[in-house]
């Protein structure tokens, strides 16, 4: 084969030459180097005209523009990918608002921006609206990376460059737990169902959004055992019944009949699936949960978390007997984690109480 020549390359074709054996020369004219055959002739070099240079530029024309990827094609790109598809349900909640807020402020923004470190600064800018929330903040860099680091194992970045930046939400509450006191001030304020809700992540120490989920079918006679959300549903929850979890659920059992026994038969409700309900005997969503708890515990002034509920079923597995290996195994914690409740709580706790017993045998 033979390329055009140097005329020919300026002119932008691309002319080949294909020889046969025996017959004439086949010369092909391509509009550019690996663009599209405009012409096949035979013998003679075709000549440079102006109906293939004419055709040359039409082909061009009919390429599709070319398109500088952005931020805001990067996250359409993540949200039909097949990791998007296998990511929980509160994840994708969580993740979608984060993306929505990284679009306003980086949407149009050419990828190619983030493979310059010193794009952390516009970032970190961003960031910092969220500061006087720590977590909300750290969950901007956390769903930003996550972005990156997708687009980074399909070849179309460098490593993240915001990889390695601190989280500003450092607070250790492994050791902070709900107290008689943080009970009386709280239950008050809040409805009959949240105050059940209370109560219930106190006996069980399961996490808010397998609470709100748990169904009476996963109750058993000596333990609640029940496929949580926790590592995308295959982590099974094991929670000894304890005498007053079993009390717990009949009072919600006797409520549910005496509201229905106050309605007429055609307005009846059949018991939830899950046993926590709102008030209107429908499984609570996870953003109604937390506005009825948060309007609660900003009335009574509580300044504990829902999450410290289970280091209080901690203390409540600790004064039933159990040690510290098998509390953690049922709430998934490190055992150190359960001997610091230990250690600030429950031998406290014992100590006091066997000083009381001493000072009231003393009188007798």
């Not at 050791?175 to 006191?181: F, G, K, S």
């Not at 829902?306 to 159990?322: E, S, V």
Request: net charge positive; hydrophobic share 40%.
């Amino acid at each position: 084969m033979e390329g055009a020549t140097g005329q020919l390359m300026v002119a932008g074709l691309h002319i080949v030459r294909k020889l046969r054996r025996g017959q004439p020369a086949v010369w092909y004219v391509y509009a550019w180097r690996g663009g599209p055959c405009i012409l096949r002739a035979e013998g003679q070099r075709p000549k440079i005209t102006a109906a293939l240079t004419d055709a040359a530029a039409e082909k061009r024309r009919e390429l599709p523009a070319v398109t500088v990827e952005t931020i805001d094609s990067l996250i359409e790109q993540f949200r039909r990918s097949a990791e998007w598809g296998r990511v929980s349900k509160a994840t994708k909640v969580n993740y979608g608002t984060w993306l929505d807020r990284i679009s306003m402020r980086f949407g149009k923004t050419p990828l190619g921006v983030f493979t310059d470190r010193r794009v952390r600064q516009d970032v970190l800018e961003w960031r910092d609206q969220w500061a006087h929330q720590p977590r909300s903040a750290d969950a901007a860099i956390t769903c930003f990376t996550r972005l990156l680091s997708w687009a980074h194992d399909r070849g179309k970045l460098p490593p993240s460059v915001l990889t390695g930046i601190d989280r500003l939400y450092e607070a250790d509450r492994s050791d902070v737990i709900w107290q008689a006191p943080d009970f009386a001030a709280f239950m008050p304020h809040a409805s009959v169902e949240m105050q059940e809700a209370v109560e219930l992540a106190s006996l069980t120490g399961l996490r808010r959004g397998d609470l709100i989920r748990l169904p009476w079918s996963a109750v058993g006679e000596h333990a609640i055992l029940w496929k949580t959300g926790k590592s995308k549903g295959k982590a099974t929850a094991r929670v000894p019944m304890m005498e007053e979890t079993k009390a717990l659920l009949q009072r919600i059992r006797d409520r549910h009949a005496a509201a229905m026994g106050a309605k007429r038969p055609d307005r009846r409700k059949p018991l939830p699936d899950t046993i926590l309900s709102n008030s209107h005997w429908q499984p609570w969503t996870p953003s109604g949960f937390g506005s009825r708890f948060n309007d609660a515990k900003t009335a009574s002034k509580v300044e504990r978390n829902f999450h410290d509920l289970r280091g209080t079923f901690a203390t409540r597995c600790m004064l039933a007997g159990l040690n510290d290996q098998e509390i953690a195994d049922i709430l998934g914690w490190k055992t150190v984690e359960v001997a610091a409740i230990r250690v600030k709580y429950v031998d406290q706790t014992r100590v006091v109480i066997e000083l009381g017993k001493r000072i009231a045998a003393a009188k007798i």
